[in-house]
């Protein structure tokens, strides 16, 4: 079974920077792609940034040019490094792996990490 799970959220000022980081565990696994979510209050869980374990890198709008995504194969380690927070960028994040176990490919989710943006 693969166990995902997040670190380093936490309460940051407007326009300041985070480091999230997301690490997949288990046995006999292998990742296909990783990434992240979020999700604010009353609203719907939304995509933030996704890479493939060959390094192919996905980026909803709002995360262009703000947020960096990386991810280490040899840790099984996905961080979203993210700067010039703002407020609305509030939310948990959650982390997410397309991972390939137990003879079948399956999405897993973390349990999230509060982000929150305010002065």
């Known amino acids: 079974q693969v166990r995902i799970e997040e670190s380093g959220g936490g309460l940051v000022q407007p326009g300041g920077s985070l480091t999230l980081s997301c690490t997949a565990s288990?046995?006999?696994?292998?990742?296909?792609?990783m990434g992240w979510f979020r999700q604010s209050p009353g609203k719907q869980r939304e995509l933030v940034a996704t890479i493939t374990s060959g390094g192919q890198i996905v980026y909803v709008g709002f995360a262009e040019g703000r947020f960096t995504i990386s991810l280490d194969n040899a840790k099984n380690t996905v961080d979203l490094e993210m700067k010039s927070l703002y407020v609305n960028d509030t939310a948990i994040y959650y982390c997410w792996g397309w991972i390939a176990a137990d003879k079948s490919t399956s999405k897993y989710w973390g349990q999230g990490t509060q982000v929150t943006v305010s002065s």
């Open positions: 288990g046995s006999a696994f292998s990742i296909y792609s």
